[in-house]
């Protein structure tokens, strides 16, 4: 069984200061990890992805993860939030193999809605 | 790169009629398919795996004569909500799978039944 935990339901923070999101993961196989952002009524784009490789994955818009086996999380950082990264953010966990040959089923942790002021 | 185009973006339908949502692959082919729901504030809760060429997988607690969905091709799936009513109000979203990329997502539809 796999599972996601993402530890804040929201997150605020001014404008040019850092982003921490937290997620972590539960799963009884070599999990891929990914972050989604969604704007309001949009779908999810995908900012970032581990899939067994680096453990620390560099994504779009600034933002980066680190994948830490030994405290199962996957936490999104970005250095200086700016206005359009307001949105809500998923961390989703799937049985992937490495090299992304084959995929399983998606599991999202319960979202993280991000507000910047300015 | 892959690209979902998923339609209706919203609709609103009255109690009791049917409304199809459609998903294409735009330049690829998606054997695969899957469809999520989504309440407001809320995460994404998967409610079927569709196969091309098969019958779709339904999520537990997902009827499936409720919502029916066709996969006739590599590139189009179909969530058909039938018989809607207002508690099927919602936020679905499909998403496809392409080889060596992964994961891609439909924009998607706003289900109003009043």
């Known amino acids: 069984a796999q599972s996601v935990t993402q530890l804040d339901s929201h997150v605020s923070v001014s404008e040019g200061t850092p982003v921490l999101l937290r997620c972590n993961y539960s799963?009884?196989?070599?999990?891929?990890l990914f972050w989604y952002v969604q704007h309001p009524n949009k779908g999810l784009q995908l900012l970032l992805k581990?899939?067994?490789?680096?453990?620390l994955v560099k994504g779009i818009n600034g933002f980066e993860a680190e994948f830490k086996k030994s405290e199962t999380s996957f936490h999104l950082t970005k250095p200086s939030a700016h206005m359009s990264d307001a949105a809500e953010y998923f961390c989703?966990?799937?049985?992937?193999?490495?090299?992304?040959?084959?995929?399983?089923?998606?599991?999202f942790g319960q979202g993280t809605i991000l507000t910047v002021h300015p | 790169g892959a690209v979902v185009s998923q339609h209706p973006s919203w609709v609103i339908c009255k109690s009791g009629t049917s409304v199809k949502i459609e998903c294409r692959s735009l330049?690829?082919?998606?054997?695969?398919m899957f469809w999520y729901r989504q309440f407001p504030k809320q995460s994404l809760m998967l409610m079927a795996t569709?196969?091309?060429?098969?019958?779709?997988?339904?999520e537990q607690g997902v009827e499936k004569d409720k919502f029916l969905i066709n996969h006739a091709s590599l590139t189009l799936s179909t969530l058909t909500v039938t018989s809607a009513h207002p508690e099927d109000s919602s936020f679905y979203i499909c998403?496809?799978?392409?080889?060596?990329?992964?994961?891609?997502f439909g924009s998607g539809t706003r289900l109003t039944v009043v």
């Open positions: 998403s496809a799978i392409m080889y060596n990329y992964g994961y891609t």
């Open positions: 799963s009884s196989y070599s999990p891929s």
């Open positions: 581990y899939t067994s490789a680096a453990t």
């Open positions: 989703v966990v799937s049985h992937g193999l490495a090299g992304g040959t084959s995929y399983g089923k998606l599991t």
């Open positions: 330049d690829f082919q998606a054997t695969t």
């Open positions: 569709s196969n091309e060429g098969s019958k779709a997988t339904y």
